[in-house]
């Protein structure tokens, strides 16, 4: 959940959700528990693949889950997709915005890429259509994938219609308290998109999301 901002915003939106957040970063958990203004969501130390059950060990089913930038930081995504999954209500759903990489685009020998991984530590640069491959074996199937970047001019926006420069970043320091290599640059994201990823259902999930019965990938 970050620093909480997104989680301030829905529970102002939607009052009668019940909003519970996870972040791996101490840093962040301070901050969302001491510092952030008075809120009724809670907010949890979890690493990726923990279960999402509550502090007393009880079992908990989600509606939606929701994630911002955080998927791609994960050891392994298909793993933490899976234990996502494995947290849903039937008929929920998993919405990821995050950068993902592009169709064609050389993983393993693109310099840009191995640069936008280490300066984000980016553990995960996948495709979108690796999540609907991924998605199949989980219970999941992807409906929804959009550009955002595009969709919304954020390069045209933000810096004119030019790349980014990239730009030599000494002693930066994370929220997690830690510090790039020095010399380390960092560069702007391959692409950001967002896709929603529904969990297979026999009946629909209650309201306000009301996910059809999914019949496979879409």
Not at 66 to 95: C, F, K, M, N, Q
Not at 96 to 114: C, Y
Not at 123 to 136: F, K, P
Request: hydrophobic share 30%; aromatic share 6%; glycine share 8%.
């Amino acid at each position: 959940c970050g620093l909480g901002p997104g989680l301030m915003y829905l529970e102002q939106k939607e009052p009668s959700w019940d909003l519970v957040g996870h972040t791996i970063s101490s840093e962040q958990h301070r901050w969302i528990t001491e510092d952030l203004p008075p809120h009724r969501f809670s907010a949890r130390l979890r690493s990726y693949d923990e279960p999402l059950d509550d502090d007393n060990g009880e079992d908990r089913r989600y509606h939606a889950i929701y994630s911002i930038e955080a998927a791609i930081h994960s050891p392994d995504l298909r793993h933490t997709l899976a234990r996502w999954s494995s947290a849903l209500e039937p008929g929920g759903i998993v919405v990821l915005i995050d950068d993902f990489l592009s169709v064609g685009v050389d993983r393993d020998n693109d310099p840009d890429v191995e640069l936008f991984a280490k300066s984000w530590l980016a553990n995960s640069v996948v495709t979108t259509t690796e999540l609907s491959e991924w998605s199949d074996g989980i219970g999941l199937a992807l409906v929804n994938d959009r550009d955002l970047g595009s969709e919304y001019q954020v390069l045209k926006r933000n810096y004119r219609g030019r790349r980014p420069e990239v730009k030599v970043q000494r002693g930066l320091k994370h929220q997690d308290g830690g510090a790039p290599e020095e010399g380390q640059p960092t560069c702007p994201a391959p692409r950001r998109r967002r896709a929603h990823i529904r969990r297979a259902s026999r009946r629909r999930a209650t309201p306000p999301l009301r996910c059809p019965i999914p019949r496979g990938p879409v």
